[in-house]
């Protein structure tokens, strides 16, 4: 949890400094056939945050999830080597 809060941290510090060297009116084009987005970079950073946030959760989730069934078999061998107190 540490390495997380700290990789997070250093990612805003980064991001602040973007935005304080770009200043105000920093706008990014984003071009995508026939389509294209005009933002501006504090935007940008922000989407791409959230993004990297939720992209983070799910993976975690996601090797939750996976280990389920290694940790069910887990507590299930432990249950059945423990004798019962009758």
Not at 11 to 32: D, N
Request: aromatic share 8%; net charge positive.
């Amino acid at each position: 949890m540490k390495r997380f809060l700290f990789s997070l941290l250093v990612l805003l510090a980064v991001a602040a400094v973007l935005i304080v060297a770009v200043g105000p009116h920093g706008s990014v084009s984003l071009f995508w056939p026939p389509y294209r987005i005009d933002m501006s970079l504090r935007a940008l950073v922000l989407v791409l945050l959230a993004l990297f946030v939720l992209l983070h959760l799910a993976l975690r989730l996601l090797g939750a999830l996976l280990a389920l069934p290694r940790r069910w078999r887990q507590a299930a061998s432990q249950r059945q080597s423990t004798p019962s107190v009758s």
